[in-house]
């Protein structure tokens, strides 16, 4: 089949198209040969360098990552084809998540949109717009669309990453409503509830990638709990039904105040227990309560990423070892250890020999329950290894 005549071409190096022969979506700067004319965010028509097309893809003229591939074939309508990628993730999720009215409907390259994500918060929808050519305004029409036609929400949110915008050199934008005027709401995961507020929280509200991690780390959940950087409380409202004690820790206090609020939501499910939130550095209070010799059944470890780039990868994997070491000597014999490193630099095996390295200096011995990754609404294309970043390790203290 012809390239449709009218896109602009994007010619790329044989390296650029050695990554796309390997299922990868994304080609670098780099490995641009020639893009004369080409206006910022347009849909193009890629080639080898001897002009072989090799498919459709959006453009960006300021990312480190030039090409991000829509299609090995030509592309006559975005816009259609826009709708008809939002209807299958939304039929993808329908087959994949149960137990919540919240979930990740668009997770970007892994639902083949490149730089745009929708999160569901019951009748909220959150949106996230990274890329030049989803922020063009005849895209973001076509995606309010397609979503409202589908999901019916109450209101359509847009959470701005200002960093985001100056890296693809978008003018500045305000967090807001795009669509509606409900902004808050509450939703449930697992049976526990949880409030949404549309413009406030970090990221896109909740961290819905731990959904399924939070359930699963449920089923081990026993004695004293402690959730260590807890945010709105994700770990500990889902092990406390199973616990006789628990404790939250953030440091901060925003989230804390949330966290005591879906605590308020789940009074039913709690059975008058009461949960302990503490605002403090988590690095310090474990290494006091180490001091301290306050011993836990069950403890959680969800950091902020610590490796941001690849360069950071020693550093984080000593930040993480700190932390698991000491956790480790805060475990009761039979204690859970629940993981968790959202860095994608940091891979499986990264963590896991990192984990094992806590467990010797600790002196302890470690089973391993489960691995786990994020939940099956951020799906993972296997030839795209960034679509993967999430490490949940459930372990117990033989
Ligand atoms: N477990 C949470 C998500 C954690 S996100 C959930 O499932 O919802 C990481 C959290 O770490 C954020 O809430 C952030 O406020 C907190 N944080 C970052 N640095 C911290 C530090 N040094 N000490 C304590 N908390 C920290």
Same mark, same amino acid.
């Given at each position: &089949?012809?390239?449709?005549?009218?896109?602009?071409?994007?010619?790329?190096?044989?390296?650029?198209?050695?990554?796309?022969?390997?299922?990868?979506?994304?080609?670098?700067?780099?490995?641009?040969? %020639?893009?004369?004319?080409?206006?910022?965010?347009?849909?193009? *028509?890629?080639?080898?360098?001897?002009?072989?097309?090799?498919?459709?893809?959006?453009?960006?003229?300021?990312?480190?990552?030039?090409?991000? &591939?829509?299609?090995?074939?030509?592309?006559?309508?975005?816009?259609?084809?826009?709708?008809? *990628?939002?209807?299958?993730?939304?039929?993808? *999720?329908?087959?994949?998540?149960?137990?919540?009215?919240?979930?990740?409907?668009?997770?970007?390259?892994?639902?083949?949109?490149?730089?745009?994500?929708?999160?569901?918060?019951?009748?909220?929808?959150?949106?996230?717009?990274?890329?030049?050519? &989803?922020?063009?305004?005849?895209?973001?029409?076509?995606?309010?669309?397609?979503?409202?036609?589908?999901?019916?929400?109450?209101?359509?949110?847009?959470?701005?990453?200002?960093?985001?915008?100056?890296?693809?050199?978008?003018?500045?934008?305000? %967090?807001?409503?795009?669509?509606? $005027?409900?902004?808050?709401?509450?939703?449930?995961?697992?049976?526990?509830?949880? !409030?949404? $507020?549309?413009? $406030?929280?970090?990221?896109?509200?909740?961290?819905?990638?731990?959904? $399924?991690?939070?359930?699963?780390?449920?089923?081990?959940?026993?004695?004293?709990?402690?959730?260590?950087?807890?945010?709105?409380?994700?770990?500990?409202?889902?092990?406390?039904?199973?616990?006789?004690?628990?404790?939250?820790?953030?440091?901060?206090?925003?989230?804390?105040?949330?966290?005591?609020?879906?605590?308020?939501?789940?009074?039913?499910?709690?059975?008058?227990?009461? #949960?302990?939130? #503490?605002?403090?550095?988590?690095?310090? =209070?474990?290494?006091?309560?180490?001091?301290?010799? !306050?011993?836990?059944?069950?403890?959680?470890?969800?950091?902020?990423?610590?490796?941001?780039?690849?360069?950071?990868?020693?550093?984080?994997?000593?930040?993480?070892?700190?932390?698991?070491?000491?956790? =480790?000597? &805060?475990?009761?014999?039979?204690?859970?250890?629940?993981?968790?490193?959202?860095?994608?630099?940091?891979?499986?095996?990264?963590?896991?020999?990192?984990?094992?390295?806590?467990?010797?200096?600790?002196?302890?011995?470690?089973?391993?329950?489960?691995?786990?990754?994020?939940?099956?609404?951020?799906?993972?294309?296997?030839?795209?290894?960034?679509?993967?970043?999430?490490?949940?390790?459930?372990?117990?203290?033989?």
């Amino acid at each position: &089949m012809p390239q449709a005549p009218s896109l602009p071409t994007v010619k790329i190096s044989p390296r650029g198209a050695d990554r796309l022969k390997d299922g990868h979506v994304w080609v670098y700067r780099s490995d641009i040969v %020639s893009t004369e004319g080409i206006l910022p965010g347009s849909l193009v *028509r890629v080639t080898d360098h001897r002009g072989k097309p090799l498919g459709t893809a959006l453009y960006s003229s300021s990312s480190q990552i030039a090409i991000r &591939m829509l299609s090995h074939d030509p592309v006559a309508d975005f816009s259609a084809l826009l709708r008809q *990628r939002i209807g299958d993730a939304i039929a993808y *999720r329908a087959r994949m998540v149960q137990n919540t009215d919240a979930h990740r409907v668009v997770f970007s390259e892994a639902d083949f949109l490149p730089g745009l994500i929708v999160d569901r918060y019951n009748d909220i929808l959150s949106l996230q717009i990274l890329t030049q050519a &989803m922020d063009t305004e005849p895209v973001r029409l076509a995606i309010l669309a397609e979503l409202t036609a589908r999901l019916h929400p109450a209101a359509i949110a847009e959470r701005v990453d200002p960093r985001v915008r100056e890296l693809e050199t978008l003018a500045p934008r305000e %967090s807001g409503l795009l669509q509606g $005027e409900k902004t808050s709401t509450t939703f449930t995961m697992n049976g526990v509830q949880f !409030r949404y $507020e549309a413009l $406030e929280g970090q990221k896109t509200g909740a961290f819905l990638d731990q959904r $399924e991690n939070y359930a699963a780390a449920a089923q081990y959940a026993h004695g004293e709990a402690l959730d260590v950087f807890c945010y709105q409380g994700g770990f500990a409202l889902h092990l406390a039904p199973h616990c006789s004690q628990i404790t939250g820790v953030d440091s901060s206090r925003p989230a804390l105040e949330v966290a005591d609020q879906n605590a308020a939501l789940n009074q039913t499910l709690l059975k008058g227990k009461e #949960i302990e939130w #503490i605002e403090a550095n988590a690095f310090d =209070l474990l290494k006091d309560y180490a001091t301290a010799n !306050r011993r836990y059944d069950i403890i959680v470890l969800d950091p902020p990423p610590f490796a941001k780039t690849k360069r950071d990868l020693d550093a984080a994997l000593r930040g993480y070892k700190e932390l698991n070491l000491r956790a =480790l000597k &805060m475990l009761r014999p039979g204690g859970i250890l629940v993981t968790c490193s959202c860095s994608y630099h940091v891979s499986q095996s990264n963590f896991l020999e990192m984990l094992a390295s806590a467990a010797i200096d600790a002196h302890r011995t470690l089973r391993l329950i489960e691995v786990r990754g994020q939940a099956k609404d951020h799906p993972i294309l296997l030839n795209v290894p960034e679509t993967s970043y999430l490490k949940c390790v459930i372990a117990s203290l033989s």
